[in-house]
């Protein structure tokens, strides 16, 4: 009965401590992590997008009154040397403009491509986890479906085992074991109880020893069961 119920314990110790469930919430949790970055950047992306158009739109309006200024020049249309000289003071001021306007909409447009770039790369990295994880599942899977079987196998036998102890005693042993840290029955070897690993003394050996052999054992140390054994010592 000890020996199933502590292998059942190791198995549900072992289940919980699964290397492979670690890794799969491990893996979640970078994958959540990529997740909200790569939102983050794909909203970026949009703003700049927005900023790109708007950029586009300043340097048009810029040129369409250069042009306009550029035709009345070309076709002769002012005739007073002072508006021409202010037309042509105008039309190099808008040049200038242009300028600026145009390494605005350029500085946009590079940041524009580094937040797709990002993305992309957020995008590539979320389809490797994926992969990882889908994988890191399985094995998780499997290792719970293998421990899930031995503890079926452990549960079987300890069934078989509770059948052919009295019910009494069965209580008995099920209370010490939830008082004694899952360990409510010890073999008595060389007068030691492998319980609390405590040598018995020679007055309690005796008292253990004049007890008939059917008597259900218990150690005067700490309270455990005592499963007789061929070198007891009593
Ligand atoms: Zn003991």
């Known amino acids: 009965m000890q020996a199933h119920d502590a292998r059942l314990d190791l198995l549900t110790h072992r289940l919980r401590r699964l290397p492979e469930v670690a890794t799969v919430d491990q893996l979640q949790a970078r994958r959540a992590e990529v997740a909200t970055g790569l939102g983050v950047q794909q909203m970026t992306a949009t703003d700049l997008e927005t900023d790109v158009r708007k950029a586009d739109s300043d340097v048009a309006q810029v040129r369409t009154r250069r042009q306009r200024d550029q035709q009345r020049l070309d076709t002769g249309a002012v005739g007073s040397p002072r508006e021409l000289e202010k037309l042509q003071h105008e039309v190099g001021s808008l040049d200038r403009r242009i300028s600026v ?113 059917d008597a259900v054992l218990r150690c005067p140390e700490c309270n455990r069961l005592l499963v007789r054994t061929a070198e007891s010592g009593l």
């Open 101 to 213: 306007l145009e390494d605005a909409e350029l500085e946009v447009m590079e940041q524009l491509d580094q937040a797709r770039a990002d993305a992309a790369g957020s995008e590539r990295q979320l389809v490797e986890l994926d992969a990882e994880l889908s994988d890191a599942t399985a094995r998780r899977d499997e290792s719970i479906a293998e421990l899930d079987r031995q503890a079926a196998l452990a549960r079987a036998e300890r069934a078989r085992a509770v059948a052919l102890v009295p019910a009494d005693l069965l209580a008995l042993y099920d209370k010490i074991r939830a008082q004694q840290g899952g360990v409510g029955a010890a073999a008595l070897r060389q007068r030691r109880c492998e319980g609390c690993r405590l040598e018995l003394n020679a007055a309690d050996l005796r008292e253990l020893a004049g007890e008939p052999t």
